[in-house]
């Protein structure tokens, strides 16, 4: 492949070879700062007050899942430059041949689809709203030759993409952040009748954060395989890393600080369900500056849907099919926006679905945790072994897959602290109220027992199965 922004590139889940290796680690940075800068991360944030928080316990539970997210998220981007593979090929180390079907269909469907779709249809409504008088679908459709257009290029477009937005849009954040920071209210604290430290909404929203950084991580080496092998990993890892954190935090924490005063004395659910929160968010600021933060929402939207159709494409072919043709990568980028843009039509037609589709996703993270668990342990057992010319070989290993399945399932049904399902153990082990009927106040661990847990099992199961060693 050519080394030049315009080419297509032609690589696909096979490693990079030497001469085609180029960047430095500090692009990693603003590969991962780019697509945070969106209005998605800002609505997680704020959720830290709909889930009954103050605004410092709020920024405390942000802070805390980002930083759990940020540092995993790290480590894994360092395993690009020596293997010259996509994350979800190197997983096939620690899943073997078959069992990797399962995480890689995951990441196909969540990422490729899934959270394209839900960002195709945030990124529409923001366009439109930007210029008054432009058809919906006409917009929609601007959204998606956009994200599509740049994935389908391939990598070092991506790369020059996610670089520039950065460059220009955090400037227009670091605005957002100082007026919304310096609004009257912004850190107000309400009386509260209860001392007791509020660890169900902790939780909750310490998950949320978690899992939408984390979510990011299952992409990680497909973005660092191009770099040369000698690359400085520990350079690498901390860029990778806090350019990841510090995006989230930054713009999670502006999001609950904006409705802590924009909800202040109100239900937080009922405000957000009658009014647009996009437009919520904007009203703060003058007209003239509400159009530059509803373009740098559009570009966000756009970025971060670029990384999900190119890394959900890649997900797809690390399944092992075998399609035979040689730009197969960009195919099914294509593809991938095809379908996903399909999704975002229905969601743009009928507005419930893009909230219903996030709601969703947000609890289909709860997959990340255990497989980031499950590839860790086996890097960390596999002591230095050549994870590249492993993962071109896989053996019919099933370890990683039990352990994976089991954790995920167990977690999500014992431990789960949703409105449509609350986990018997949650309930069990907390002290729970009653509210209309409702379970209320069951802390969400759902990722950290799906963490541990598949770590464990396959620490066990590796020592059974001959294949895993």
Do not use: C
């Not at 960047?23 to 889930?51: D, M, Q, R, Y």
């Not at 709020?58 to 996509?86: D, E, F, K, M, R």
């Not at 996903?340 to 969601?347: A, D, H």
């Not at 219903?356 to 990340?368: G, K, N």
């Amino acid at each position: 492949m050519s080394n030049t922004t315009s080419a297509i590139e032609t690589n696909d889940v096979a490693p990079i070879p030497a001469g085609e290796r180029h960047g430095k680690p500090w692009h990693l940075f603003t590969v991962w700062s780019s697509p945070n800068l969106e209005f998605a991360t800002v609505f997680v944030g704020a959720l830290a007050i709909g889930f009954g928080l103050n605004i410092w316990q709020g920024i405390l539970a942000i802070v805390v899942g980002n930083a759990l997210a940020g540092i995993t998220h790290g480590i894994l981007s360092t395993w690009g430059p020596s293997a010259g593979l996509p994350q979800m090929v190197l997983g096939r180390n620690a899943f073997g041949k078959w069992g990797n079907l399962i995480p890689s269909g995951l990441s196909t469907l969540v990422a490729g689809i899934g959270w394209f779709a839900v960002n195709t249809v945030s990124g529409t409504f923001a366009l439109q709203e930007l210029v008054g008088g432009l058809n919906v679908f006409a917009a929609l459709g601007i959204i998606i030759v956009a994200q599509v257009g740049v994935a389908f290029v391939g990598h070092n477009l991506i790369q020059k993409w996610e670089r520039y937005a950065t460059y220009v849009f955090a400037v227009v954040w670091v605005i957002v952040v100082v007026v919304i920071f310096t609004h009257e209210g912004a850190f107000a604290v309400a009386p509260s009748t209860s001392t007791d430290f509020p660890w169900a909404g902790f939780t909750l929203t310490a998950g949320a954060a978690y899992g939408y950084t984390a979510g990011w991580t299952a992409f990680a080496s497909d973005y660092t395989r191009y770099l040369p092998a000698n690359t400085d990993t520990k350079a690498l890892g901390w860029a990778a890393g806090l350019g990841n954190f510090t995006s989230t935090t930054v713009i999670m924490v502006t999001g609950a600080v904006a409705f802590n005063f924009i909800t202040a004395g109100q239900n937080f659910w009922a405000v957000t369900a009658e009014n647009n929160p996009t437009g919520l968010f904007t009203s703060l600021f003058t007209p003239a500056f509400a159009s530059i933060v509803l373009l740098a929402i559009v570009v966000g939207s756009v970025s971060a849907n670029i990384l999900n159709v190119y890394s959900g494409a890649m997900s797809f072919l690390a399944m092992g099919f075998k399609l035979g043709f040689k730009s197969r990568r960009a195919l099914m980028v294509a593809l991938a926006g095809l379908v996903g843009g399909t999704i975002s039509y229905l969601g743009v037609a009928n507005g419930d679905i893009a909230h219903q589709l996030d709601s969703f996703l947000l609890v289909v993270s709860y997959w990340v945790s255990p497989w980031i668990a499950v590839v860790l342990t086996e890097r960390i057992l596999s002591k230095g072994k050549d994870a590249g010319k492993r993962a071109l070989a896989p053996k019919n290993s099933w370890a990683g897959a039990a352990a994976f399945v089991i954790a995920t399932v167990f977690s999500i049904w014992g431990f789960a602290s949703q409105v449509l399902y609350t986990g018997p153990l949650a309930i069990a082990l907390h002290h729970v109220t009653l509210d209309n009927g409702a379970i209320v106040d069951v802390p969400d661990v759902t990722a950290l027992v799906g963490f541990v847990l598949a770590s464990a099992l396959f620490v066990v199961f590796s020592k059974i199965d001959k294949n895993a060693k």
